[in-house]
C-alpha cells in the first residue's frame, strides 16, 4: 500500500517543468547552470589580483616575541664556580618595512591590473559560451520536436496508405506488391519513430542538465518569421571585427603583456632595493652575575640597501625564461587571431549559405506539398499507384524537417558569428526570441 501511496505521489513532488521561450531558458541557465557558476567564482578570484599586487607597494607591519627558560653555569678558568644563574629571557619586537624602491614590485602591480583585465575577458567569454550553449541545446530540442512530428505525420500517412491498400486488395484494385510496400514502409516509419522519441528525450535532458530543471514546451519559430542577413553584410569587415575585438584574442593578447612585463620583473633582480625600515621592542636577558636580568628598551629607524651581486646564475636563467615564454605567447596570440578569423568566416558563410538554404527549402516545400497533391489525384483516377503517393509525402515530411533544420541552424551561426567578435549578449538573445511563438501551457 505504501509503494502503490509512493507511486501516486512521486509524480507531484518531481521538480516543476514550465513552458519558456529561449530568454527564459538563459535566465534560468545563469542561475544554475554549474560551469557558469565556476567561472563566477574565477572572476572573483581574478579580481583579487590587484590587490595582492599594490600590497607589495604598501608597507609592511609585524609583532614577533620570544620566551626562553635558560639553566647557566659561570665558571672562571681555575675552575671556580661564580653561579648557576636560571633565568628567563624575552623580548618582542614591532617592525615597519616600507619599500621605497623595488622596481619588480611595480612591474608585479602592473602584471595584477592585466590579470584582472583578462579574469574580466575569461568571464566574457564564459557569458558567450553559456549563450551558445544554451541556443544550442534549445534549437537541439526545437529539431527534435519537429523531427518526432514529421515521423509521426509520417507514420500516420503510411498507415493511412497501407488500410487502403489492403481494402483495394481485397476488392481487386490494386496487387498485393502495393501492400507489401506500404507494410514495409510502415514497419519502417515505426522504427523511426522510437529512433526520434529517444533522440528528443536525450535533446531534453541535455538542456535539463544546463538549467536544472525540466524546460516543458518550448517556443518555436514562427512561420512566417524572416531571418535577415548579417550586418555589416560584408565578410571582410567581421574579420577584421574578429582578429580585433575576439575574446579570444583579448584573452592572448593580456597573456603576451604580462609575459612582457614578466621580462622586465625578472631583469629587475639585478637592481638593488631600497626599504625604510623602523623598529621598536623591549627584550630582557641575563647580562652577568653582576648586573643580572637586563631590560632594554629600543626604537630605531632606518634605511636598508641590498645590492644582488652573484646568486648563482638564478636571475639570469629566470630572464632567458621569461624571454622565451614571451616569444610563446606571442605566437599564441598570432594563432588566436587567425582561428578568429577563419571562425568569423565560417560562420559569416554559415549565416548567409544558411539563408540561400532557407529560401530554397521553402520553395521546395511549396513544390513538394502541390507533388503530393497530385499524386493523391492521379491515384485517385488511376494513373499513379501507391508507392508514388508515399514517395510524395516523405518527401513533405522530409522538406519540412530539413527546413526546421537550416532555419535553426541559421539562427545559430547568427550567435556564433557575434561570439566571433566579441559581440554576442542579451541582445542578441531577445533579436532571436522575437521570432519564436510560445506553446500553450499544458
Known sequence: MKKLAWLILSPLLAAPVFAADLMQVYREAQDNDP?????????????????????????????????????????????????KPHFNSNGYQLTLSQPLFRWQNWVSYDQSKIQV????????????????????????????????????????AIAQQLESAKKNFEVGTATITDTHEAQARFDLAVAQEIAAESDYEVKQRSLQAIIGKEAGDLATTRKDAELTAPQPNDMNQWVAAAEKDSIAVQVQQANADIAEREVGKQRAGHYPTVDLVANA???????????????????????????PIFQGGQV???????????????????????????????????????????????????????????????????????????????????????????????????????????????????????????????
Open 35 to 83: 560551469t557558469f557558476a565556476a567561472a563566477r567564482a574565477t572572476l572573483d578570484a581574478g579580481r583579487e589580483k590587484m590587490p595582492q599586487g599594490r600590497a607589495s607597494l604598501l608597507p609592511s607591519l609585524t609583532l614577533s616575541g620570544n620566551t626562553v627558560w635558560n639553566e647557566n653555569e659561570v665558571s672562571l678558568f681555575n675552575g671556580a664556580t661564580l653561579g
Open 117 to 156: 583585465a583578462q579574469a574580466e575577458a575569461n568571464f566574457a567569454q564564459a557569458r558567450q559560451d553559456l549563450i551558445l550553449r544554451v541556443a544550442q541545446a534549445y534549437f537541439d530540442v526545437n529539431y527534435a520536436i519537429e523531427n518526432l512530428k514529421a515521423v509521426r505525420a509520417n507514420k500516420t
Open 281 to 307: 621592542g623591549n627584550a630582557k636577558s641575563f647580562g652577568s652575575t653582576a648586573l643580572g636580568m637586563i631590560d632594554t628598551e629600543y626604537q630605531n629607524i632606518g634605511i636598508q640597501l641590498n645590492i
Open 316 to 442: 639570469a636563467s629566470r630572464q632567458r625564461e621569461a624571454a622565451a615564454n614571451r616569444t610563446a605567447t606571442l605566437s599564441n596570440l598570432e594563432a588566436a587571431r587567425r582561428t578568429a578569423a577563419l571562425s568569423a568566416r565560417q560562420y559569416y558563410l554559415g549565416v548567409v549559405n544558411g539563408l540561400a538554404q532557407v529560401r530554397a527549402l521553402k520553395a521546395a516545400l511549396v513544390s513538394s506539398q502541390s507533388a503530393l497533391e497530385s499524386n493523391k489525384l492521379g491515384y485517385e483516377v488511376g494513373v499513379r499507384i501507391n508507392i508514388d503517393v508515399l514517395n510524395a509525402e516523405n518527401q513533405v515530411y522530409v522538406t519540412r524537417r530539413d527546413l526546421a533544420r537550416a532555419t535553426l541552424d541559421t539562427l545559430l551561426a547568427q550567435l556564433r558569428l557575434k561570439g566571433a567578435v566579441g559581440a554576442l549578449g542579451e541582445d542578441d538573445i531577445a533579436q532571436i526570441n522575437a521570432l519564436l511563438e510560445r506553446p500553450a501551457v499544458q
